[in-house]
């Protein structure tokens, strides 16, 4: 199966169903509206949970929700690629280390209500980066300014990255 962006180029297919029935499970889960953050892990690379994280992301939207995804893993990002945006030279590691501000980083997407920030550059330390104070004040931040945010990180498997922002999502 090609990893696209099937919820957005083919919303009436049964896998867009899929994320739609994801998407309602978490509502529904979410009845007092204090979960707002979700991470996206998985354990090794390659098992589709930037596929995942992309595709829910859409759904919400599509659901007229605020949503904006945010690509947390700095070492072996693939959502430019998906979105097919070229380079991108600001993005989460250029406002984790005080080069940029949020509104420098955040991008709007062609689907409206959903806002995306890129990876960014290659840095040599995103563990450090995303257990920063930078890091808590962007996820506060977006907590307050959208309905959901969904943090796209790398497998569990390989680095540390993903335990280290979980203690900001829900």
């Given at each position: 199966m090609k990893k696209e962006l099937i919820t957005f180029r083919n919303p009436k297919s049964p896998i867009s169903e899929t994320f739609r029935t994801l998407r309602t499970n978490i509502q529904f889960m979410n009845v007092n509206k204090r979960m707002k953050t979700l991470l996206i892990t998985s354990t090794l690379p390659g098992e589709g949970k930037s596929w995942v994280a992309s595709n829910l992301a859409i759904t919400f939207a599509q659901a007229g929700k605020q949503v904006i995804l945010i690509d947390a893993d700095m070492r072996k990002s693939v959502l430019v690629g998906r979105y097919k945006v070229g380079s991108v030279e600001k993005g989460l590691a250029h406002y984790l280390t005080?080069?940029?501000t949020f509104d420098e980083v955040c991008m709007e997407t062609d689907i409206e209500g959903?806002?995306?920030?890129?990876s960014g550059n290659y840095v040599p330390n995103p563990a450090e980066l995303l257990g920063s104070e930078n890091f808590e004040t962007l996820m506060k931040f977006c907590r307050e300014k959208y309905d959901y945010v969904i943090v796209d990180t790398p497998p569990l498997g390989s680095v540390i990255d993903?335990?280290?922002?979980a203690k900001y999502a829900d």
């Open positions: 005080g080069q940029n959903m806002d995306i920030i890129f993903s335990a280290i922002a």
